[in-house]
């Protein structure tokens, strides 16, 4: 039986396809704030625990999309 991916790291993966254009810490920002705004909370916090468990197959990037993510947000300007 093929193991499965989890769908979190599986969309995060797809995320950072998207970004495979611009420099690694661009990508790694608006990755980090494409899942601040449009996961739920609950698919964020798994993530993390992907990536606490060191799970196979996390794109390098979404590896420093994930640390933009523990950090507390910065106020907005305005």
Known sequence: MAATVPPEQRMANQIAANFRHVPADTAADAIAA???RF???RMRGRL???VDCG???LDP????AAQL????REPSAG
């Open 34 to 36: 494409h899942i601040r």
């Open 39 to 41: 996961w739920d909370p």
């Open 48 to 50: 993390l625990e992907l």
């Open 55 to 57: 799970a196979d197959g």
């Open 61 to 64: 990037v979404v590896l420093a």
């Open 69 to 72: 993510l523990r950090r507390p």
